[in-house]
């Protein structure tokens, strides 16, 4: 029943929670147990939330006692430890935050909690959340479940781990550039990346550059995400971006009999593709081909006019490097990490690159604008390539060989344009490691993209599997 539980999604769990199969106080020990069990090797979780359990007797008590019950009561979740956890440390990945106690949940925690969820842990992350693997100075290093010899991923790596793992059946990640679809790809879970807004961004570090910034969640499952997003998203008064009072798009249910429309790419625009990641995103495409859905290869000419990695870079340092100045200031550099002292190192966008890259940006918001006039969503690759060895700086892909920052080649125009992406795995390589697919829709278009991912997972060839530890 154990391994049932811990593999079981976030809905199916509150499903036999409320059906009183199963207590609350048995799925949180479970989850517990397998911690205990795998997390040694994984270095997912680097700290349990203090009254897991007992906030687990209280929501049986709740059950038993015949009262409304919330969409998720009864589930524990994790989240990344950039996100403020009232009561429970939230260290940031880095010596400076060490012993750091919020005294207030961020929004969406406060939300997750709010629909029935319980705290069970923070996971790991890179120092300041900023690079695409998880590691710092303060808890070391996290492993990719498939692999431990591989990474899985930045900078939501530790949620991501801990998920696929049966640690942790859904949780919270911030994305900047590629940090909830980046590690849900490298360890073959389902993530997604709402319009920028959508999901309050209250109570996590660092803010800036706030206009690229999102929290997300993750899970096992696409109705998992969905759900989770029907409680995170709305306006919480504190953050200005965060204005849209609808959850929903009505997606294809204006033209109900209209067919479908999908568009596919793995470039040009994005940097070089490993040939298996490029079959597997037209793979995908096919298989909706036979669901009866539209679907034709497409391009879109302004990621080819303007490398939206290139125009992230120009316009992130000079918004994000006060932030890093300001937090290290007066500590030593032993206390800083690989990612605080590249950052810092930096050198200061010129006035004229800055302004060049806003016009860039926009430039990749309307060629996205012109792609979502003629379809409904866009499937991409996530990653080029699967989860890599720990440590690489450098990568050969389809005989092109680049830096690792384009990893985030099919993630940070997303980032940019702020508009929605779904990660979920719909391939696996030769290695056996996940590959994951990218479902992308236009402005605030959550439905459309979360039902195109629904009907993916409905025929995908990998659905539930997991890595064995």
Known sequence: MTNELVY?????????????????????????????????????????????LEAARRAEAIVLAGDDLGPLHGVPFTAKDSIDTAGVLTQRGSPIFMDRLPDEDATSVARMKKAGGILLAKTNLPEFSYWIESDNLLSGRSNNPWDLERTPGGSSGGESAAIAAGMSPIGLGTDLAISVRGPAAQTGITSMKATHGRVPMTGIWPRAPRRFWHVGPMARSVRDIALAFSQLGGPDGKDAFASSTTLFDAGIG?????????????????????????????????????????????????????????????????????????????????????????????????????????????????????????????ITHVLPIPAHKHGVEEFVIDGQTVDATYLQGATVPLNIAGLPGVAMRFGTSREGLPINVQIVGAWQAESTILHVASLLESISPVRGLHPKL
């Open 8 to 52: 079981s999604d976030a809905t199916k769990l509150a499903e036999l929670v409320r059906t009183k199969e199963v207590s609350p106080v048995e799925i949180m020990q479970a989850h517990l147990d397998r911690i205990e069990a795998v997390n040694p090797n994984v270095n997912a979780i680097v700290t349990i939330a203090d009254g897991a």
């Open 254 to 378: 204006r033209q109900p009999f209209r067919q479908l429309r999908v568009g596919w790419m793995v470039g040009p625009g994005f940097g070089p593709v490993d040939p298996e990641v490029a079959a597997t995103v037209k793979a995908a495409a096919e298989a909706l081909k036979d669901v009866g859905v539209s679907v034709e290869h497409v391009g879109i000419p302004a990621l080819e006019r303007d490398f939206a990695l290139d125009v992230f870079n120009r316009l992130h340092v000079m918004e994000m490097k006060p932030a890093f100045e300001e937090a290290t200031a007066g500590r030593g550099e032993d206390e800083l990490y690989m990612m605080a002292k590249t950052m810092l190192s930096l050198p200061d966008t010129s006035m004229k690159d800055y302004i060049d890259a806003e016009q860039a940006a926009e430039r990749i918001r309307d060629g996205y604008a012109d792609c979502f006039s003629h379809y409904d969503a866009l």
